[in-house]
């Protein structure tokens, strides 16, 4: 008994190690030294002179998530916020918000050239989010519930308030199915929760085939903590079923799931040969070839814009256990980066550069090519370089990096559950470039709605407990090193910043 005590206890101080060190990376980007002060207020700029160049929309941070997969480790919400959610249930009625949002404002006459998304579209790396994900651009029935609905008659809202239930998602505008404006194309790139499990650890595929994650302390003898995680498995760690919304206690004796094939974990080729399948447009969404396409891309979604997806989650190294949060480039991805940059220049374009992590979060533990600084220096070298667009930190944050302007925009599952619209101007005479944006809800009605919007109350609600998360609010605030509102200042959302050429 005094063997097995002592072993339960060296496997406890080793998961909270482990877990103090995930605190530590995700809570120490180094301190972003830029101005974060805007040049130029919204009320000072008049077009006179600029010609409007693109109009897109940055989403990021989707989290598209399986709530009741086993491979999740809810109990760990008082550490991570993307453990567990009291509103995660609602994570796609949410990015179906923000899509209907889209359609408004392009429906409306204000046509949205494309849209980004920077990464973290999925939750936790599965294919059935996955499928749900091009479900939500593309359109048509989903159906959330991925196991038994454990609830009560008495305990199931009505079925507009239910988040289990199915719903039919709008989809990304398309010609001929939501009016007569033009199809809006959407590109993506990969996020840390796109590449890892529960967006921390590395995924292996072992000799029988099954995909899973090997955590810290694995095999040290700790019957209450899972050793890895396996999205296929029949038992789970604190699994959060919708008769038992959670979050569960950090040690709860593992519980039987019924398993589904279906939430089997995917890898980076076959998220990529996923984007290839997707009825919206365009083919791939940035990537340029299904099988043998790096996981980085560049295209020209408008006349005179390059549009360059960097893959920051393409670190040195993938060792069993060790947490993968922050962002990391290769050498080779760096190479390719300045040969873009430079035909870009070349040809006289304006360069917008998209990756999920922001500068201030790429890391030399993960044998990072291009660290802050180095990121910062590179694309001012270039300059064709007007916009760098990220997410990751899940707030409302732009900086002045001096030729080009760095934007992070905030999670659409996390308050204050946003995307931002971009207009880029150009004045042909001094060769000028003026950066004007705005943030927009899934909420606001200042538009006609593209159809019918049945969710919103639902919607209303995922918002509400959202807001009134303490914790989420407190923890969001520890990401950033200055303990600013996610929301962000009023010049963090709508602004307009002009850059010289």
Known sequence: MLKRDTTFRRALRVVSACLTIAICLAASCPPDNADLLPRTTSDAFSTDGFTLVTRL????????????????????????????????????????????????????????????????????????ELAWLLTLFDGGPINPLTGIDDRLPWQKPEPLLDPHAVFEAQGMYQNGVH?????????????????????????????????????????????????????????????????????????????????????????????????????????GHGFTDPVFGESWWSQTPVAGVRLIGLDTCDPAHRIPGFLYVDGSI????????????????????????????????LREIYGSSLLPDDLHALLNAHPSVALHLSGHEHRHRVADRGNYV??????????????RVIEIYRNDTTNEIAIAYDVFSHIDDALPPVGDDLLRPLRVEAKTIADNDKNAAARQRERDPTGADPRGRPTDRRNVIKLAR
């Open 57 to 128: 929309v940055h989403i990021s941070d989707t989290h598209v998530v399986d709530e009741e997969s086993p491979a999740r480790f809810p109990a760990a919400a008082d550490i991570t916020r993307s453990a567990w959610r009291p509103y995660e249930s609602y994570s796609m009625q949410l990015v179906d918000g923000i899509i209907r949002q889209i359609n408004r404002i392009h429906a409306s006459g204000r046509t949205i050239d494309f849209v980004v998304n920077t990464g973290d579209a999925c939750d936790n790396s599965q294919r059935n």
């Open 179 to 283: 009016g007569d404006a033009s199809n809006i194309p959407w590109y993506v790139v990969f996020g840390n929760h796109d590449s890892f499990a529960i967006g921390l650890f590395p995924i292996f595929q072992g000799p029988d085939g099954v995909r899973g994650a090997p955590l810290p302390g694995r095999g040290l003898g700790a019957p209450l903590l899972p050793t890895d995680l396996k999205p296929t498995a029949a038992l789970a760690n604190g699994n959060v079923t919708p008769g038992m919304p959670g979050p569960p206690n950090l040690f709860e004796i593992p519980r039987f799931v019924f398993p589904n094939p279906d939430r089997e974990y995917f890898d980076k080729r076959e998220f990529i040969a996923a984007m290839f399948t997707a009825k919206t447009g365009p083919s």
């Open 330 to 361: 290769s050498e080779r991805q760096r190479t390719w980066l300045e040969n873009e940059l430079t035909r870009a220049d070349a040809a006289n374009e304006i360069a917008i550069v998209c990756s999920h992590h922001p500068s201030q979060a």
């Open 406 to 419: 760095e934007i992070e925009t905030c999670a659409t599952i996390d308050p204050p559950q946003e995307g």
